[in-house]
């Protein structure tokens, strides 16, 4: 999977290079994947064999790692519409792929996740998830959980209300969809949800802390990584930045963008949210890893979340409950003075 494992780690444990032989590594081999745009998606190794999915427009390759000269295996080019370049706001990349079952998931900027057989390099499957027309695109690295691939949408900046939603891995029929802003319906709020802090409780907070019904266009997305953890049954991810860029248009804590939510695996159902920048005026989203880990604090382990934002502040917060143990700014920063918990 794209982090390594559920808890976002992006741990190895290989061994084959150290401090003492780093100075002796020398280039083994290349690959062009001939698309001149930006690559964020890092490649699956999966056995013998490596995994790529480029950018627009979003080709797989499957390499051999066995063989002199790493030769292809196979190469998939996927239907993916040309307009969806003019609606991706910041390149048009692709943030890898996900393995489960003999498949290989990937998502193509138009608003569609496939499934790949992972031996032949055949379309197993396509769904259509975004709309284009709406400014919808998808960049993010699925993650398959329980049977089910988990996606979000990409367009905080294009006037989109962002979405998360799982499809069975086998059929690609999708299972469940949640919206991130919205009536409390619409964003799978509940019974299950106990946020930890007052402010974040009350009745439609995705559609009271906009103005008017600027929150059909609010931003939201997740563009970013989603992690899980098997215990709780819970994926934790984070939402991108409110739109429009004019702050003045929206006022308000715009909930639930630039925040960290946690849902049911199983249906989405939000369990806790926190806001991480509340009325986001700086495009800081809150879309980078969730690295679960247990931690002992105070004499007792905790089953943490650590979250390093774009808005300066390094957060661990108890993934069960949703409480912010400890928030400290890891760089220098200007915006804030300091998170009041």
Same mark, same amino acid.
């Given at each position: %999977?794209?982090?390594?494992?559920?808890?976002?780690s992006r741990y190895s444990e290989l061994s084959s290079i150290t401090p003492e032989n780093a100075a002796n590594l020398r280039v083994a081999w290349a690959f062009s994947t001939g698309v001149l745009r930006g690559h964020e998606g890092q490649p699956l190794v999966v056995g013998n064999t490596m995994y790529v999915v480029t950018p627009y427009p979003n080709v797989s390759y499957a390499i051999d790692l066995t063989q002199v000269g790493q030769p292809l295996k196979?190469?998939?080019?996927p239907d993916n519409a040309q307009q969806a370049i003019g609606r991706a706001c910041c390149d048009v990349v692709n943030r890898g792929a996900a393995y489960a079952d003999g498949k290989i998931f990937y998502n193509l900027l138009?608003?569609?996740?496939?499934? +790949?057989?992972a031996a032949t390099g055949t379309q197993v499957w396509r769904t259509k998830m975004g709309d284009l027309s709406r400014g919808e695109t998808i960049t993010m690295a699925p993650i398959v959980v329980k049977?089910? +691939?988990? +996606?979000?949408?990409?367009?905080?900046? %294009?006037g989109v209300r962002g979405w998360i939603a799982a499809l069975d891995a086998a059929t690609g029929k999708e299972v469940w969809r949640a919206y991130n802003i919205g009536p409390d319906k619409d964003v799978k709020v509940g019974?299950?949800?106990k946020p930890f802090y007052a402010?974040?409780?009350?009745?439609?907070l995705g559609v009271s802390s906009w103005p008017g019904d600027t929150w059909k266009t609010g931003g939201g997305a997740v563009w970013g990584w989603i992690s899980y953890d098997p215990a709780l049954n819970l994926i934790y991810h984070g939402t991108s930045n409110p739109g429009?860029?004019?702050?003045?248009?929206?006022?308000?804590?715009?909930?639930?963008?630039?925040?960290?939510?946690?849902?049911?695996?199983?249906?989405?159902?939000m369990v806790w949210a926190f806001q991480v920048t509340p009325h986001d005026m700086w495009d800081y989203d809150a879309v980078n890893e969730n690295i679960l880990v247990d931690l002992p604090i105070k004499g007792q382990t905790r089953k943490a979340l650590v979250h390093f934002d774009r808005n300066g502040f390094a957060y661990t917060i108890d993934r069960a409950t949703g409480e912010v143990i400890l928030a400290e700014p890891f760089v220098p920063m200007n915006w804030s003075t300091g998170v009041d918990l």
């Open positions: %999977m794209p982090a390594g494992d559920y808890a976002s196979w190469k998939f080019r138009d608003g569609h996740t496939i499934a +790949v057989d049977g089910r +691939v988990i +996606v979000g949408s990409s367009g905080g900046e %294009m019974p299950k949800f402010h974040d409780r009350g009745k439609d429009p860029w004019n702050e003045n248009q929206r006022a308000g804590d715009n909930k639930w963008t630039a925040a960290i939510l946690a849902r049911d695996a199983d249906t989405g159902e």
